[in-house]
């Protein structure tokens, strides 16, 4: 039997109709090769005693393949779970999510959700993630002042020019980027190929980073108003684009009116300008007080009770009460808002969504309430949380659609491309440039998450959090405290950094940009990947690169909504295929060999001495992506060492295969058609 043809998945090929509603009809569609004779049978979760013939597709003959189909109920509740038996006389294989097992028990099961939907605006768009202070300044009238206010007994900074970096204190440094500069700036993010743009949070907060909320219901001034985001956002939607907000329910700022703790914030006040309403910090009576969680509760912890819960010990970060019904109401009234007209906002990220409530139970609870009120009032609203763990016990199709892809895309990323862990705070040698390494961290961590969601699961190389992805390419240990803003660009290499943005542009996912990534900029972690985004000095070739990808993306559906399929993976080198029945793409990356692989086939120990040389030269099957004999492919974009081509190249099969020559720390990417 042969093993590599075989195949199935979870997109709309395979799975007809693609998101099933519980108790319709769906085909489930199988792939063997034709001159195998297999058979096919289902196993559901109710075991073998239960497994279903599938039928071949006879109408689909002369090709490599042959299909199998079956028909099947949902479940009016719960999940659909289920994987292949394929048995050739008395050889029998197991096959599941993440491919083809020799037993039942080491196989991973497909699994769908009836119900589940995920917009399909969503699916396979470029995102722009935006920290507003930072990225351009279109009205110098609201920017901040420096001492315009004291945060932890420090004064406000404003930045004398836009070309400073940030310091250890970024948290007080302002640049004075604005809703303004975005709207300014929506001709080059349309000309990049951005579908999406993921703000972090806009509103009003005395920090820069605005994790700290002091008002959930207005942007802050010094980005704007609420009316200047209604009309961004209406111009964007005009433009085909769409908004995503951030969303810090887990806590808010210690200064804003629930709690107003003063001497952890802005400035000194007895109450809330225009409420004549104590916080919970002030008085036990404030109507606030269930809000938080008091240690304290006795009469003489107030007034000026610190004793409250402090997310991660953060005293301006107080932690939010989900056993609070009145709390409760209030984040759903705040969710809805602000994706409901006149604002119309298309979706939420969910800061450390995982964290929020007291309890598993408490948590799950609040985050059913919170789709139901943003669905109700936005049909077609994304919701994408930061989670960093095993997503799947929120992915049930009623919680959250997705996460940012940090266990299925951004850390096997780092570990390949760069040999590093995302903070950029230890090296991860043994993973750089193991390309089967790679392969299972990408397909096992994909596993956890259902159709809908791994088709608008958030897939970045760099994020506010972590070190840019170009920095790391450095593959040294570093922050800005100790090695300084100016190590972060030193021994860089862009060419790496272009070959993940190869990967990235053509994996399944919603590819994100970091503002600034496709410019060139460098930064260690938090605070130092905040930097102002380099208006005028941008590195050309890389924002050129990008922009060739994000098109490339859009012109062919593979890429889009294909399904995808790792075609060969070892020391040095990571090749996959995206693939619809009516066009078939192959990506091709290959980096310097790695002398510390353990357990490497001779085959690749011979590929790996190749991937030394300038130039590693390999077969590639495409036939596995369904592509006929007599069809060629073009090569639409190369990378290597110096430079990119979109020159085209020819390559003609011979039994299923072409040879190609991959660049070192490079990349191809060839199409069917």
């Known amino acids: ?116 939907h995920t917009p399909g605006w969503a699916k396979g768009a470029v995102c722009y993630q935006i920290m507003v202070d930072r990225f351009c300044n279109g009205d110098p009238s609201n920017d901040v002042r420096t001492g315009e206010y004291i945060y932890l007994g420090k004064p406000a900074l404003a930045h004398g020019s836009w070309e400073e970096l940030p310091w250890q204190e970024d948290y007080r440094e302002f640049y004075g980027g604005d809703l303004a500069g975005v709207l300014e700036k929506l001709d080059y ?64 700022g210690s200064f804003h009116r629930w709690m107003d703790a003063p001497d952890q914030g802005a400035e000194d006040r007895d109450a809330p300008a225009g409420t004549g309403v104590a916080g919970a910090y002030r008085a036990k009576e404030s109507p606030y007080t269930d809000y938080f969680i008091f240690e304290d509760r006795s009469q003489k912890a107030w007034p000026d009770n610190d004793s409250y819960v402090k997310w991660w010990g953060n005293e301006t970060l107080p932690k939010l009460n989900y056993a609070s019904e009145a709390l409760r109401a209030e984040i759903l009234r705040i969710a809805a808002k602000w994706v409901s007209p006149p604002y119309g906002a298309d979706g939420w990220r969910l800061d450390v969504a995982a964290d929020l409530g007291m309890s598993a139970q408490e948590n799950h ?15 077609d609203a994304l919701i994408i949380a930061e989670h960093y763990d095993d997503p799947t016990p929120w992915l049930g199709g009623d919680e959250w659609d997705s996460v940012m892809n940090y266990a299925a895309f951004f850390d096997p990323v780092s570990h390949f491309f760069t040999g590093m862990e995302k903070h950029a705070d230890r090296q991860e040698t043994e993973l750089y440039a193991d390309g089967k390494a790679f392969a299972k961290a990408l397909l096992t961590a994909d596993a956890a998450l259902p159709g809908p969601a791994a088709a608008v ?149 011979k590929e790996t001495a190749q991937s030394q040389m300038d130039h590693l030269k390999m077969d590639i099957p495409v036939w596995l992506t369904g592509a006929k004999k007599e069809t060629a492919f073009r090569r639409i974009l190369l990378t290597d060492a110096k430079t990119y081509t979109t020159a085209e190249k020819k390559y003609y099969q011979y039994q299923g295969n072409i040879t190609v020559s991959i660049p070192q720390r490079g990349g191809i990417l060839l199409v069917s058609k």
């Open 457 to 605: 699961a958030m897939n970045q190389l760099s994020n506010h959090d972590h070190a840019r992805l170009l920095t790391r390419t450095n593959r040294r240990v570093g922050r800005l405290a100790s090695a300084g803003s100016a190590a972060a660009a030193e021994g860089v290499s862009k060419s790496t950094m272009r070959a993940a943005v190869l990967f990235q542009m053509t994996w399944p996912g919603m590819p994100a940009i970091y503002y600034g990534d496709e410019a060139g900029m460098c930064g260690w972690t938090d605070p130092d990947n905040r930097r102002p985004y380099p208006w005028g000095h941008e590195n050309r070739q890389m924002l050129m690169f990008h922009q060739i990808l994000t098109e490339l993306r859009h012109t062919h559906p593979a890429l889009m909504k294909g399904s995808c399929k790792i075609l060969k993976a070892g020391s040095g080198f990571f090749v996959f295929g995206r693939f619809t029945p009516e066009e078939q793409v192959i990506a091709a990356i290959a980096l310097p060999g790695n002398d510390s692989f353990e357990n490497a086939s001779e085959e690749d120990l």
């Open 1 to 116: 039997m042969n093993t590599d043809a075989l195949f199935a998945d979870l997109t709309e090929y395979y799975v007809i109709p693609n998101e099933p509603e519980p108790g319709q009809m769906a085909r489930l569609v199988f792939r063997t090769a034709a001159e195998d004779s297999c058979q096919v049978w289902l196993i559901t979760s109710a075991g073998e005693e239960a497994q279903i013939l599938l039928q071949p597709d006879h109408t689909k003959a002369g090709t490599a393949f042959v299909w199998h189909e079956v028909s099947v109920r949902m479940p009016e509740q719960g999940i659909f779970s289920y994987c292949f038996k394929i048995t050739q006389g008395e050889e029998c294989i197991w096959y599941g999510r993440t491919g083809h097992s020799e037993t039942l028990q080491d196989c991973t099961s497909f699994v769908i959700i009836p119900g589940f």
């Open 189 to 252: 993010l349309q000309a990049l190929g951005v579908d999406v743009i993921y703000f972090n949070p806009l509103f009003t907060s005395p920090s820069s980073h605005k994790y700290d909320t002091q008002d959930y219901d207005h942007i802050d001034p010094h980005f704007g108003s609420d009316e200047l985001f209604a009309q961004l956002v209406g111009e964007m939607h005009s433009r085909g684009m769409r908004v995503i907000l951030d969303g810090v329910f887990n806590h808010c």
């Open 365 to 379: 609870a609040f985050w059913k309430q919170f789709r139901e009120a943003v669905r109700h009032a936005n049909p």
